[in-house]
């Protein structure tokens, strides 16, 4: 059964890089079928989706994150990871990873996901 | 960029009813839409794929329907695990988007 588990700093300083990395367990993340990616969503609040990538390279991110946000994958260690420069406050969220399932002309929807990660922006 | 928009942001229900969750989108995504449950502290759960097709695992009691820009998420005979908050997502392109979420609430 496929698992993801986020793991990274728990606390990252206001102007610094947030860097989560998120390993997968129980199957190859190098499938045609699946995009990999983050979701984050800040205390009390709904879900904000971050990115996507696929194994073979191509990233879709958030327009309102996108000038500050890079998805990448290292297939050899089964990983994806995401990291977000210049963070203030309103960075801190829980972070999810989740693979989203890729049909003919859209999406099946984000099936796996981990755990989530705390990341709190603070000094 | 597409955005979807759900109601009511919340709801009070008793167990044994029956809830509709309605989610709309600001332009046709066929019947690209998920629904997802989260329950407090946990993360969200995939419930409905494609419109109206159930997740493995996911009970009967979950079902969607619609398309083009309407689509709702109706929980029959509802149980007690079922109080948590809902989301719907379109997965016709990127951006990906979610709508603000319903919390579903013990009357």
């Known amino acids: 059964q496929l698992q993801l588990q986020e793991s990274g700093p728990g606390l990252v300083k206001p102007s610094e890089t947030l860097s989560l990395t998120c390993t997968v367990s129980?199957?190859?993340?190098?499938?045609?079928?699946?995009?990999w990616g983050w979701i984050r969503q800040p205390p009390g609040k709904g879900l904000e989706w971050i990115g996507n990538l696929h194994y073979s390279g191509s990233s879709y991110y958030n327009p309102s994150l996108k000038s500050r946000v890079t998805v990448s994958v290292d297939t050899s260690k089964n990983q994806f990871s995401l990291k977000l420069i210049s963070v203030t406050a309103a960075d801190t969220a829980v972070y999810y990873c989740?693979?989203?399932?890729?049909?003919?002309?859209?999406?099946?929807?984000?099936?796996?996901w981990g755990q989530g990660t705390t990341v709190t922006v603070s000094s | 960029d597409i955005q979807v928009t759900q109601s009511p942001s919340s709801v009070s229900a008793s167990l044994g009813d029956r809830v509709t969750i309605t989610c709309r989108a600001s332009?046709?995504?066929?019947?690209?839409l998920a629904w997802y449950q989260q329950r407090p502290g946990k993360a969200p759960k995939l419930l409905i794929y494609g419109a109206s097709s159930l997740q493995s695992g996911v009970p009967s009691r979950f079902s969607g329907s619609g398309s083009g820009t309407d689509f709702t998420l109706t929980i029959s005979r509802l149980l007690p695990e079922d109080f948590a908050t809902y989301y719907c997502?379109?997965?016709?392109?990127?951006?990906?988007?979610f709508g603000q979420g319903t919390r579903l609430e013990i009357k």
């Open positions: 332009q046709g995504i066929r019947r690209w």
């Open positions: 989740a693979r989203l399932v890729s049909a003919a002309a859209g999406f099946d929807g984000m099936d796996v």
């Open positions: 997502q379109q997965t016709n392109s990127f951006p990906i988007t």
């Open positions: 129980g199957g190859s993340i190098s499938s045609n079928i699946y995009f």
